[in-house]
C-alpha cells in the first residue's frame, strides 16, 4: 500500500503523517508512507488545502486532518 501525506510541512501536515504512521500501525497493513512537501509535486493532485492523504493514488482527504478510526477504516477498506 501507498500512501502519502500531502503538506508543507506544517505542523497539521506533520499531525496528519502521524495520524497516518498511527492507523497503518493499528491495521498492520504493509505501507509505504512518504510526505511530499514541494508545492509543485502536492499541487499534481486534485487538493484544495492541505494537508492531503492519498492512498494508493486516490486522494482521500485534503483540507483538514482526519481521526486516526477514519484513516483506519479506509485502510481497511483497501487492504
Known amino acids: 500500500m501507498e500512501i502519502i501525506i500531502l503538506g508543507p510541512g506544517c ?8 495520524v ?7 491495521v498492520g497493513v ?7 512537501t514541494k508545492m509543485a509535486d502536492i499541487m499534481e493532485y ?3 488545502g492541505t494537508p492531503g492523504l ?3 493514488g486516490e486522494v482521500i482527504v ?3 486532518v ?3 478510526q477514519e484513516v483506519v477504516t479506509w485502510l481497511q477498506e483497501r487492504a
Open 11 to 18: 505542523p497539521n501536515c506533520d499531525r496528519m503523517e502521524r
Open 20 to 26: 497516518a504512521r498511527q492507523a497503518v500501525e493499528d
Open 30 to 36: 504493509d505501507a509505504n508512507i512518504s510526505h511530499l
Open 46 to 48: 486534485p487538493i484544495v
Open 54 to 56: 492519498v492512498i494508493d
Open 62 to 64: 485534503s483540507g483538514r
Open 66 to 68: 482526519p481521526r486516526k
